[in-house]
């Protein structure tokens, strides 16, 4: 079983940054790529980006492109998501996943990202 928490959200004006973090604690962190996605209020949860298990791959919805960046530190089992030029629209739920072979098998609680206009 590995457990996810998610950190750094929060109330930010458009334009500004937030960098959420999702630690995971388990000891073969390093065996898993990991993903944000995000829920926004009466809509479907989507994806927001993706990142291998070594780091060297990155994948990101076409809407975060340019504005979005996600990492990872094996020795520390945490993924970043840092947000740049957030806008309104970006406001949700965010969550971190896991994937071992095909499937998100493990999913942090959320942690709630809002953009003021």
């Known amino acids: 079983q590995v457990q996810l928490v998610e950190s750094g959200g929060g109330l930010v004006q458009a334009g500004g940054s937030l960098r959420l973090s999702c630690v995971a604690s388990?000891?073969?962190?390093?065996?898993?790529?990991m993903a944000w996605f995000r829920q926004a209020p009466g809509k479907e949860r989507e994806f927001v980006a993706d990142?291998?298990?070594?780091?060297?791959?990155?994948d990101y919805a076409d809407f975060v492109k340019g504005r979005f960046s996600i990492s990872r530190d094996n020795s520390k089992n945490t993924v970043y998501l840092q947000m740049n030029s957030l806008q309104p629209e970006d406001t949700a739920v965010y969550y971190c996943?896991?994937?071992?072979?095909?499937?998100?098998?493990?999913w942090g609680q959320g942690i709630q990202v809002t953009v003021s206009s």
């Open positions: 996943a896991a994937k071992l072979a095909y499937t998100y098998s493990y």
């Open positions: 388990t000891r073969t962190f390093d065996y898993y790529a």
């Open positions: 990142i291998s298990w070594s780091g060297d791959n990155q």
